[in-house]
């Protein structure tokens, strides 16, 4: 058994995949027509040219630095690259094989790094690993520019992986993928959001999981209490079976709940919205009755794609979603990307520090033409939808009226074009700066609504990498400095009347709802996994009760008198 942190909760159990999925080095698999054949060689011929450039580019500085016989390695490395073998080899497999061109050098280096390996002599056996080397680099070329490759997943299996980037788990749909088993991670990294927005069981932090687990292995993924079992015995097995059926149990009756209203004991309503990536998390929402969408992150749209898509392109995209869920609103947010949301076709300039640099609506403003279409989308779909413009990473004043100046100047492109749109559609600005929550007040003059991004205002707030696993110990959303500051955006923006959501994970989690309704929130918005568990806890708390322990809380000096502070109120609560 091994032990690692829920990220995602729930039980899964299936056979592991183990990949690494985070080297980029999964070869994707696919059936070809013979016809596209020759168009496979191209991208071999034109992924052979970066590699060999890199290759001289990296015989040159080793021969600078270091000398001129370990810099030889690189010249045996571009032979290979040219041997006529490998390219037979690659072109039967595309040819009589009939696969994808990174399948073809997959098989062909590793029959040729074989026949190496097998020969008596020292020589021929290193010249295998160095046939690896130039597969891997071939590998590596081939995916610039595309979506990371997925492993072919049976169906029911457990990704077994060293770090899961968002594009591969955004990629994992139609795939029956059970559960996520991941070395590395974070609780609001966007691979997280992704698998709780699908309600998929994920643990990160499993010590050298993807070492200590071999494809095939039976798993049982304990996404209550952070474990993995290994091919466990009868005798665990039996206790998961009861476990099963206790939390189905559980299930269903939070389904009792799916047409109750989210209000508190007490009668007070709260706005209970879902956060969305994808089509399909709309259907999800729509299913459980979320009252709306409160995020529409729009990163998915872009990250699924190999260009950046078009306005037509996207309107399409964000119809279709709002059709699903109307008359609820749905809130888009305008594309951030930057930091650890990098789309592979926008390679952005390599920052000592990415996320403190461009990303965001910085980056918008930065490059006006990806947000001109995007607003242009969005704005056609608001003569037929209730949909809002929500801008992230808002840093200042600055920030909302240089993005207002583009709205403005795309509703008149949109109206000399004779596009209808709605010209008082809402614009909210994301509160996750620091410099956003202290200037709360001023900002409220500048837009229609808020929306709290507690994952990012977390981040920092307490200058602790949301990403990282060194500090996860201070990223830490019961910080006082963290409450302090959620009050303070909530008074704020009660009196300047405007409206203020929630929508970080802290909002999906069923232990903060009384403290989030008692400090002032009326408006929640979270994954849609996590509906149904936020509304029972809304229908738990008394607001009263909630508005005192709130004040109570913000008193508090130390992360830990608040959490045992909490835990003494939820054990009240049980024995009520
Ligand atoms: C947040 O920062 O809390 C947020 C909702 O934005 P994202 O997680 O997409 O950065
Ligand atoms: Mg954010």
């Known amino acids: 058994m091994i032990l690692g942190e829920v990220a995602s909760s729930g039980?899964?159990?299936?056979?592991?995949?183990?990949?690494?999925?985070?080297?980029?080095?999964?070869?994707?698999?696919?059936?070809?027509?013979?016809r596209e054949a020759p168009f496979e060689m191209e991208r071999l011929d034109a992924a052979i040219s970066i590699v060999e450039r890199d290759l001289k580019r990296l015989q040159e500085i080793v021969q600078r630095d270091t000398g001129k016989h370990e810099a030889d390695i690189f010249e045996a490395q571009v032979l290979l690259l040219h041997d006529v073998a490998l390219r037979e080899e690659v072109s039967t497999r595309c040819l009589s094989g009939k696969v994808n061109v990174e399948a073809a050098v997959d098989g062909a280096i590793e029959k040729l790094a074989s026949i190496?390996?097998?020969?008596?002599?020292?020589?021929?056996?290193?010249?295998?690993?160095?046939?690896?080397?130039?597969?891997?680099?071939?590998?590596?070329?081939?995916?610039?520019?595309?979506?990371?490759?997925?492993?072919?997943?049976?169906?029911?299996?457990?990704?077994?992986?060293?770090?899961?980037?968002?594009?591969?788990?955004?990629?994992?749909?139609?795939?029956?993928?059970?559960?996520?088993?991941?070395?590395?991670?974070?609780?609001?990294?966007?691979?997280?959001?992704?698998?709780?927005?699908?309600?998929?069981?994920?643990?990160?932090?499993?010590?050298?999981?993807?070492?200590?687990?071999?494809?095939?292995?039976?798993?049982?993924?304990?996404?209550?209490?952070?474990?993995?079992?290994?091919?466990?015995?009868?005798?665990?097995?039996?206790?998961?079976?009861?476990l099963e059926a206790d939390l189905q149990a559980h299930e269903t009756a939070l389904k009792g709940l799916l047409d109750l209203p989210a209000v508190t004991r007490d009668g007070v309503a709260i706005k209970l919205c879902a956060n969305i990536g994808k089509s399909a998390d709309a259907v999800v929402a729509a299913s459980l009755n979320a009252e709306g969408v409160g995020l529409y992150r729009t990163e998915f749209v872009f990250l699924v794609q190999d260009h950046f898509p078009s306005e037509e392109e996207q309107y399409h995209v964000y119809r279709a979603t709002a059709e699903r869920l109307k008359p609820r609103e749905v809130v888009i947010r305008v594309l951030d990307t930057g930091s650890d949301k990098i789309l592979p076709y926008f390679p952005l300039p390599r920052e000592a520090n990415p996320s403190l640099g461009r990303r965001g609506i910085r980056l918008l403003l930065a490059h006006p033409e990806i947000l001109r279409a995007q607003l242009r989308a969005i704005l056609r779909l608001s003569a037929t939808?209730?949909?809002?413009?929500?801008?992230?990473?808002?840093?200042?004043?600055?920030?909302?009226?240089?993005?207002?100046?583009?709205?403005?100047?795309?509703?008149?492109?949109?109206?000399?074009?004779?596009?209808?749109?709605?010209?008082?559609?809402p614009v909210g600005a994301m509160i996750e700066t620091p410099a956003a929550a202290i200037l709360a007040a001023r900002l409220a003059q500048e837009v229609d609504f808020f929306s709290i991004g507690t994952n990012d205002l977390v981040q920092y707030l307490l200058t602790t990498d949301r990403?990282?696993?060194?500090?996860?110990?201070?990223?830490?959303?019961?910080?006082?400095?963290?409450?302090?500051?959620?009050?303070?955006?909530?008074?704020?923006?009660?009196?300047?009347?405007?409206?203020?959501?929630?929508?970080?994970?802290?909002?999906?989690?069923?232990?903060?709802?009384?403290?989030?309704?008692?400090?002032?929130?009326?408006?929640?918005?979270?994954?849609?996994?996590?509906?149904?568990?936020?509304?029972?806890?809304?229908r738990a708390t008394r607001m009263q009760h909630a508005e005192s322990f709130a004040r109570h809380l913000l008193q508090l000096s130390t992360i830990q008198e608040i959490k045992d502070h909490l835990r003494d109120a939820k054990a009240r609560e049980v024995n009520e």
């Open 116 to 242: 190496f390996a097998r020969l008596e002599d020292a020589y021929f056996q290193e010249r295998a690993a160095d046939l690896r080397d130039v597969g891997k680099r071939l590998l590596d070329a081939l995916a610039k520019g595309q979506r990371p490759a997925m492993p072919i997943l049976p169906d029911g299996g457990i990704l077994v992986t060293t770090e899961l980037l968002p594009s591969v788990i955004a990629q994992l749909d139609g795939q029956t993928i059970r559960g996520l088993v991941a070395e590395t991670g974070g609780q609001t990294a966007h691979a997280t959001i992704l698998a709780r927005a699908r309600r998929i069981p994920m643990l990160i932090h499993v010590p050298a999981a993807a070492k200590r687990i071999q494809s095939g292995d039976q798993l049982i993924v304990d996404g209550l209490a952070g474990r993995v079992f290994i091919n466990p015995t009868p005798a665990i097995l039996r206790e998961y079976d009861r």
């Open 467 to 538: 990403t990282s696993n060194d500090v996860s110990s201070y990223y830490e959303p019961l910080h006082p400095a963290m409450l302090e500051t959620l009050a303070s955006v909530a008074t704020a923006a009660k009196a300047a009347g405007r409206n203020v959501s929630i929508c970080g994970e802290m909002a999906g989690n069923p232990a903060y709802t009384a403290l989030l309704l008692g400090l002032g929130f009326r408006s929640l918005s979270v994954s849609p996994g996590d509906l149904l568990e936020i509304k029972n806890a809304i």
């Open 385 to 425: 939808h209730p949909v809002s413009i929500l801008l992230p990473m808002v840093g200042g004043v600055e920030d909302v009226r240089a993005a207002k100046v583009v709205i403005e100047s795309m509703k008149a492109s949109l109206a000399a074009d004779r596009q209808a749109f709605n010209p008082r559609i």
């Open 11 to 34: 039980l899964a159990r299936g056979p592991a995949v183990v990949c690494g999925c985070a080297e980029d080095t999964i070869v994707p698999r696919r059936t070809i027509d013979a």
